[in-house]
């Protein structure tokens, strides 16, 4: 059984807040970005990202969360390995391969656990001017 409690309330509004920016449990906690205890904020971290109302993705040294928007489970992520920018996927190419995946291979993809990695285009030409 879930309860609505205040922290797990503030918890999800300072993810709404925040749109698509990603926090790891340390810079919440380390930074008190939102008024709950550590053990409060791992354990609904954990919970909120089974639920679906966050994702998350692993950034460069520890897991990271963000609001999952309801749209969002509908199509795949790119995420930038050097500006850490997220890439919101809702074309078709993209669903036809969800589809080969489903129909050929009985396989459902998580979309909210799905993200491509790799460098954005702005990274790339930044590398390549140096």
Not at 17 to 39: C, H, M, P, Y
Not at 73 to 83: E, R
Not at 103 to 108: G, P
């Amino acid at each position: 059984m879930r309860y609505n409690t205040k922290q797990r309330e503030l918890i999800i509004s300072f993810f709404e807040k925040n749109g698509d920016k990603r926090f790891t449990a340390s810079q919440i906690i380390e930074n008190k970005l939102i008024d709950v205890g550590e053990a409060t904020v791992f354990r609904y971290l954990s919970a909120l990202t089974k639920e679906g109302i966050l994702r998350k993705t692993q950034g460069e040294n520890a897991a990271e969360y963000s609001f999952a928007k309801n749209e969002c489970k509908a199509h795949l992520h790119l995420q930038c390995t050097s500006c850490g920018r997220t890439e919101h996927m809702d074309c078709d190419f993209m669903k036809d391969i969800q589809n080969h995946v489903e129909n050929f291979h009985r396989f459902e993809i998580d979309n909210l656990r799905t993200v491509i990695y790799g460098k954005c285009s702005q990274c790339r030409s930044k590398e390549n001017k140096k």
